[in-house]
């Protein structure tokens, strides 16, 4: 049996000597989205050694008790034998807990609050023990009132107007009374979805845009930073990708069938704003959005809003980080319905017929590729294609161009140009020394 790597949901132990550090990985756990500890494999080789039956019997009778011991508000999680390729190991099952922030009791909730940080266990500190620290009261990041601004700071024209009133704005939890004072202050998701320029409050709220050389992105074309409220950060970085990505024209024997955009803009948009509405604002660190010549990245900071199952993404199952911005955004039809985000995802980037996206989840971080293709590779030779990417960085191309970056003669230069002509890929315009070519 070919086990997972380790991972945010996933531990391996090949013994448990130090049950002090298990119940730091079972708080961080219960912290997060669950998980399970597994005792008897190794951790970096993922290879299953089992534990001696004395060994299993003396696990299942202290780890309850310890854990029970160690941990505070009481953890009790499922401790169980699995035979894994013959061999018995102990398993540990922590589901997520509905009383957060769990702590090690004898380091109490500043030092004792563990948090997983892709596979490994890290104590809570700063903002995210903040927002953990928010849960115990059942409120989300963003339901935390911001008091160094004032109401009326607040762009109320980005609502429509029967939401512009003090019932509204309190209902969709955009602001919200001081328990002491009774003032009402915005909250955080007031002020990222209303506020001209959020990250002056909130650190690094807003995106950087980068148009990459090639595939790699060794080098930066272009780079923007996109600031202001979430709607208007996801309006102006959906035009940027709009221009960058451009129309081209499929070809179609000799004919040019018809123009689109390289990418489904249904699949932009919602890869856009799921970074926007969904993403750790607890972190941080601004969303990056990378253009490259085959795809398009948004990596957001924070890890996936749930658990990361790759098998059932898509699948309409919902994950609420965020509730302020979550609810305004669908009362401002920024988002159709819950749960369907990657879903639209998947299935309008099928419908274009384009290679399946990919979704990665690493250390506090969550990461979306689209990939366009421009032509089918088994079209081209290596040549051929070798030009093609030319003018990823380079609109128009001459001649001497060609022979200079692929370190060919003039002839074959010109040879191969004329077959990129005749394969409808490329143009040629002018004449004489002027004589250029560009890209269909």
Known sequence: M???RESRLIEYKLKATNLAKIAKTVVAFANGDGGKIYIGVADKSRKVVGLPPEETDRLMEILPVSLADQIQPPIFPQ?????????????IQVFPGGHKPFYIASEGTQKGVYIRVGAHTRRAEGELLNELLLNRSRLSYDEEIIDTLAINELDLSILPSHLQTEKALLALGLIKHDHFTGRLWPTRGGVLMLFENPEHLIKEAFCIVSKMSGREGYDTIESHDITGCIPKQSTRVINLLEEWLGIYYEVDGPLLKHR?????LVAIREAVNNALFHRQYSIQGPIKIALFSNRLEIFSPGHFSGPFILESLGDGTSYIRNSVISQTARRLNLIEKR?????????SVRDYGLPQPLFEEGSNWFKVSLFFIKYK?????????AIMELFETQKRLKSSDVCQKLNISKATGVTLLDKLIQKNRIVRQGKGPKTCYVEL
């Open 260 to 264: 689109s955009l390289k990418l489904p």
């Open 79 to 91: 401790v169980y034998e699995q035979t894994i390729d013959d061999k018995e190991v102990v398993v």
């Open 377 to 385: 590779q088994s079209e081209l030779t290596n040549q051929e294609m």
């Open 2 to 4: 070919k086990l997972n």
């Open 339 to 347: 749960g369907t985000g990657i879903k639209l995802i998947i299935e």
